[in-house]
Nanobody
């Protein structure tokens, strides 16, 4: 069974830091492009960052310079280091895994982890 499980969310004060993790099981993690998305109450899910199987990264403008995505293929895990957190970063953060071949695209989502930034 393929699973992607997030962890590391919580409550943090503005200006603080958190590191999210997403651990994969049941599949060949290194073949997937991995991403983080978030959804705030009453809003649509939005892209945060992603990293290709080769290590190329991409970020939403709202998090550039504050968040860093990385992956450890030996541990089947992708990370999101979040620094200088703001109240507007409050959301449920979801891990996304995407594998694209010539014939098909396979996508998985984690269950989400809550991040709350509040004094």
């Amino acid at each position: 069974q393929v699973q992607f499980v997030e962890s590391g969310g919580g409550l943090v004060q503005p200006g603080g830091s958190l590191r999210l993790s997403c651990a994969a099981s049941g599949t060949s993690f290194s073949l997937y492009a991995m991403g983080w998305y978030r959804q705030a109450p009453g809003k649509q899910r939005e892209f945060v960052a992603d990293i290709t199987s080769g290590g190329n990264t991409n970020y939403a403008d709202s998090v550039k310079g504050r968040f860093t995505i990385s992956r450890d293929n030996a541990k089947n895990t992708v990370y999101l280091q979040m620094n200088s957190l703001k109240p507007e970063d409050t959301a449920v953060y979801y891990c996304n895994a995407r594998k694209i071949t010539v014939s098909t695209t396979t996508t998985y989502w984690g269950q989400g982890t809550q991040v709350t930034v509040s004094p």
